[in-house]
Every structure is written in C-alpha cells, then in structure tokens.
C-alpha cells in the first residue's frame, strides 16, 4: 500500500530523535500492518529499526527481546535456549498462530504485533503465558514498566500515550522453567486465532503456581493464576468468572462460541499439564 499522505521519514539513530513528537507521527519496524492499509491520518513515520537494538538477550535472569526483534527469530529462537528452560516450544508455536506467512515473519516484529493490541496478536499470548513485561520509552526520556494484561487494555488499545515506544519485553527465568502446554483454534484451517490457550505449570523450587493465559478469544488478555495445579471445579469457576464482555466478537468467532472453546482447550490444557 502507498502510503500518499506521508511528507517524511526520520530514520532514527538515537533515543533523541523520538523526543519530538508531533501529531500525524507513526512509528515503524516491520510495516507489515503499517503499509497493509490507507492510513490518511498519518504525516511522518519514524524508523526505529536504525536504533541498533540488539534482538535477543539471554541472562540467568531471562530473556529480553528488543522490540525490532522479527517473528522468524522468535521462531528459532525456542531451539537456541538452555534444557532446563522447558517453555522453550511456546516460541515456535505461538508464532504459527500467527496467519502469516514466512515472508511476514522476516519483517514483522514482536514489538509492533503487541502494540497493535490485536485481541489475535500472538505474541500477546507468548509474553502473557511467560508472564512478560513491557518497557516502555516517554518521549521526555523516562522510561515506565508494565505488564503485559495491564499494557493491553482491549481489542486494539493500550496503555501507549502519543509518543511512547515500546522498547523491549521482558520473559523470566522462572516461567521460562516452567511446563507448558498450547491450544489454538480457528474457525478454518487457516483462519485468524479464534482462542490461544497455554497453561504453564512452574517448577517447585519457582513456587510450583499454575498460570493459564487466554488470549484471542477474549478482547485483552487475561492471566488465571492459581497456587498449584486447579481442580476442573475451580479452572471452570475461574473461567465462569470471566465477565461477559470480555469475551471478543468480529467475523473470526462469536463471544458464546469463543467462551465455550476456551473451556475446552482449557480443561485439555490441565489434563496435560497433571
């Protein structure tokens, strides 16, 4: 898509040059969802994919991710990581959830999947299932934290004011340790995620708590988080609990079918995961 209304393009190359936010301003990386449709709104882009960041880090603390690090590297990335870090396939299948195609995964990035907000944004459900947070640069030079179900506030909003940059996302140790176990279904075979179910169950000596992210069916994520593993009785009333209007509606699934495949896939998930 020609975007015909931009008058500029200020290739990034250091933290000032986002200090000067002006309205009409977008920020892009990838571009995949950028320069997929009209955006007459918009006047100037500002690449951040000049700013150098390094796409993955790897601590004993965990794992940082800039957020110019592409879906393809988020996809090899489950091989790369230590045994003992057992989440390690959530990477790879999170980002077949995607529907995208390969040629999509070289250029589209973590960051901009998560700022879009999109309740089918898988990456959403990778950084929720390992308990993610993100950072978050102001364009006055402070930085802010938050996690990920409190950055998405619904289908397609967050908590980013005009000129925030989302700058990494952070995955820790502890969850990375954890089990796992991944559902997805969509109406058709290649269709967008109607529901993206994980369940993580962390090591004893991590606290041995059960986390179960729902994501896709629902208009923002939600993280169910129980001390050990939850009886069907209790993952059923926590998911009951979930209010009706959470529960996401567009062409891809309707709120009552979203809401009952989700207690499906999420009753498989604890039959795996004991």
């Known amino acids: 898509m020609d975007?015909?209304?931009?008058?500029?393009?200020?290739?990034?190359?250091?933290?000032?040059?986002?200090?000067?936010p002006q309205p009409g301003d977008a920020?892009?990386?990838?571009?995949?969802?950028?320069?997929?449709e009209r955006q007459d709104h918009l006047r100037r882009l500002v690449d951040?994919?000049?700013?150098?960041?390094?796409?993955?880090t790897i601590t004993d603390a965990g794992i940082d991710l800039a957020a110019t690090c592409t879906i393809e590297t988020i996809s090899k990335l489950g091989g790369e990581l230590p045994a003992e870090?057992?989440?390690?396939?959530?990477?790879?299948?999170?980002?077949?959830a995607l529907l995208a195609s390969f040629k999509i995964w070289k250029t589209a990035t973590?960051?901009?999947?998560?700022?879009?907000?999109?309740?089918?944004?898988a990456m959403?459900?990778?950084?929720?299932?390992?308990?993610?947070?993100?950072?978050?640069?102001?364009?006055?030079?402070?930085?802010?934290?938050?996690?990920?179900v409190d950055f998405v506030t619904g289908?397609?909003?967050n908590v980013l004011a005009p000129g925030d940059v989302l700058r990494s996302i952070a995955l820790p140790a502890g969850a990375l340790r954890g089990r796992t176990a991944f559902r997805k279904i969509a109406l058709s075979p290649l269709g967008r995620s109607g529901a993206v179910i994980i369940g993580r169950l962390d090591r004893p000596d991590d606290g041995g708590g059960f986390a179960l992210a729902v994501t896709g069916?629902?208009?923002?994520?939600?993280?169910?988080?129980?001390?050990?593993?939850?009886?069907?009785?209790?993952?059923?009333?926590?998911?009951?609990?979930?209010?009706?209007?959470l529960w996401h509606y567009d062409a891809h699934g309707a709120p009552d079918w979203r809401k009952a495949v989700s207690s499906v896939l999420a009753h498989e998930i604890l039959a795996e995961l004991s």
């Not at 973590?110 to 944004?121: K, M, Q, R, T, W």
Request: proline share 7%.
């Open 155 to 157: 289908a397609a909003t």
């Open 110 to 121: 973590i960051g901009g999947n998560v700022s879009l907000s999109f309740p089918a944004g």
């Open 48 to 56: 951040i994919t000049t700013l150098g960041w390094e796409p993955v």
């Open 217 to 245: 069916s629902t208009t923002k994520p939600l993280q169910l988080r129980f001390p050990g593993l939850p009886t069907t009785a209790d993952l059923t009333d926590a998911l009951g609990g979930v209010p009706d209007d």
């Open 3 to 20: 975007l015909n209304t931009i008058g500029e393009v200020t290739i990034a190359r250091t933290r000032t040059d986002l200090t000067n």
């Open 85 to 96: 870090w057992t989440a390690a396939p959530l990477f790879h299948q999170c980002a077949t």
């Open 27 to 36: 920020v892009i990386a990838g571009g995949t969802w950028l320069l997929s």
């Open 124 to 148: 959403i459900s990778l950084v929720t299932a390992l308990d993610g947070t993100v950072t978050v640069w102001r364009p006055d030079g402070t930085d802010y934290t938050a996690h990920i």
